[in-house]
């Protein structure tokens, strides 16, 4: 059975220098938070931090106590098969319904028969009824 859900991401802007990423990851472990999925992107000067955790609303009060600004959005978490051919099935489902990838990120190790794949969609409501048929 495959899982694909509606949840919530947080994106976690902080200073783009060493230690950033450890500090989160320290702060979410602290809590005993635990992170299903992360992808980091950098500008100059920052980077923005988006991951899905198991509790997203005690993370996003850990972060926001320790100063750093953090954006909560609804995402998709869509466990998939790990074959050729998996990832163009879902996007173009999605495109025939005029829903829009705006970006995604996935991780499977080598051999694995399934991955998690997160989708930052147009319209994540409309995109989970999609996938599901």
């Known amino acids: ?65 320790r100063g750093s600004l953090v954006v909560e959005d609804d995402v998709l978490m869509v466990e998939g098969d790990n074959k050729p051919g998996e990832m163009a099935r879902l996007a173009r489902k999605l495109a025939k319904a005029g829903i829009n990838i705006e970006y995604c990120y996935s991780a499977t190790l080598p051999g694995a028969g399934k991955g998690l794949l997160i989708l930052r969609v147009s319209n994540p409501t409309k995109a989970l009824k999609v996938l599901k048929l």
């Open 1 to 65: 059975m495959q899982t694909r859900r509606i949840t919530k991401q947080l994106a976690i802007f902080l200073d783009n220098r060493p230690g950033m990423l450890a500090r989160v990851a320290d702060a979410l472990a602290d809590a005993k938070i635990n992170i299903y999925a992360i992808t980091t992107s950098d500008t100059v000067d920052h980077t923005v931090i988006r991951l899905v955790v198991d509790d997203y609303r005690r993370a996003l009060h850990v972060c926001e106590e």
